[in-house]
């Protein structure tokens, strides 16, 4: 394995570069520095909040790019790269979905917050650790903005009671299982290979040059677009099969070991 040629770094968030606790290590933001001097870009690609992304690498955040709502929404600094919104007849019919799906909870996202019913106290609660941005709303007239995507939680198995209510449209739209307990739902062309594959053609750079770490399959399109595909020794089993390399779990610093390993073959 050739690291030598890396040019950019890739990673989710959660499941990834955060612990179990939602934590970005010390360890990370010293490499980042380190690959900073190296002159290598990197990416924090996530379905959450640009808000929430932020907040989370507060300290780096104007070096970085970010893509946020799982490809919908990338920024760099104060320049919005690329917005992928959905059509509101589209909403409209996810949000009736979510209705008639027991259990399911949905966070309508727009580029600056997200809005949800307030029909659950403890959805709203779990929300906070997401999004740094949301109101809670009576009906869908009172959202501002285009929607860019909608998660919907679940709180025992997205996979098992909201993936089958909605899976009929995917192809129409992008329909993700993003997480154990969410299900995202978007613009056909919102998803983070997409979004990558732009922010790839803006640098000019190649498969061989992008290095990219996930765990869920809202990270599969991303995945492929890179020769040096890694996925956390807790990913999803598509990600595993997907993925031309595995690193350690995102508990034992799976990403932090791998970028040492890119820094060693940077020296060498």
Not at 44 to 51: D, F, I, L, T, V
């Given at each position: 394995m050739?690291?030598?040629?890396i040019?950019m ?11 179990s ?18 002159d290598?870009?990197?990416v ?8 929430s ?17 799982n ?5 760099r ?9 959905m ?21 309508i996202?727009t580029?600056?917050?997200?809005y949800?019913n307030g ?17 809670v ?7 501002s903005?285009?929607v ?14 909201v993936?089958?209510?909605?899976r009929?449209l ?11 307990n969410w ?9 983070k ?9 803006a640098?000019n ?15 599969l399109?991303m995945?492929q677009?890179s ?6 020794a807790n990913?999803?089993?598509?990600i595993?099969k ?12 799976g990403?932090?070991?791998i ?10």
């Open positions: 050739d690291l030598s040629n040019k770094v890739v990673s989710d968030m959660d499941g990834t570069l955060l612990n606790r939602h934590e970005v290590s010390d360890r990370f933001f010293s490499l980042f520095r380190a690959l900073q001097e190296k290598i870009l990197f924090a690609a996530s379905g959450r909040q640009y808000g992304m932020a907040a989370k690498l507060d300290a780096i955040k104007d070096d970085i790019i970010i893509i946020a709502e490809g919908a929404y990338v920024k600094r104060n320049e919005v790269l690329l917005t992928t919104p059509d509101m007849k589209d909403v409209d019919t996810i949000l009736k979905i979510t209705k008639d799906t027991k259990g399911a909870h949905a966070a996202c580029q600056d917050r997200a949800v029909s659950s106290k403890d959805f709203i609660n779990l929300l906070k650790e997401y999004y740094s941005n949301f109101d709303i009576q009906d869908r007239g009172s959202i903005g285009e860019l995507k909608i998660a919907i939680y679940h709180f025992e198995s997205s996979e098992q009671y993936y089958p209510a909605v009929h995917d192809g129409s739209l992008k329909i993700k299982v993003s997480g154990p299900v995202d739902v978007s613009h056909n062309h919102a998803h290979g997409f979004a990558l594959g732009k922010v790839m053609h640098y750079l190649s498969a061989d040059q992008v290095m990219v770490f996930g765990d869920y399959n809202n990270d399109e995945m677009l020769d040096y595909s890694f996925a956390m990913a999803h089993s598509n595993l997907a993925a031309k390399y595995r690193t350690s779990s995102n508990d034992n610093h990403v932090e070991r970028l040492e390993k890119l820094l060693t073959a940077k020296i060498g």
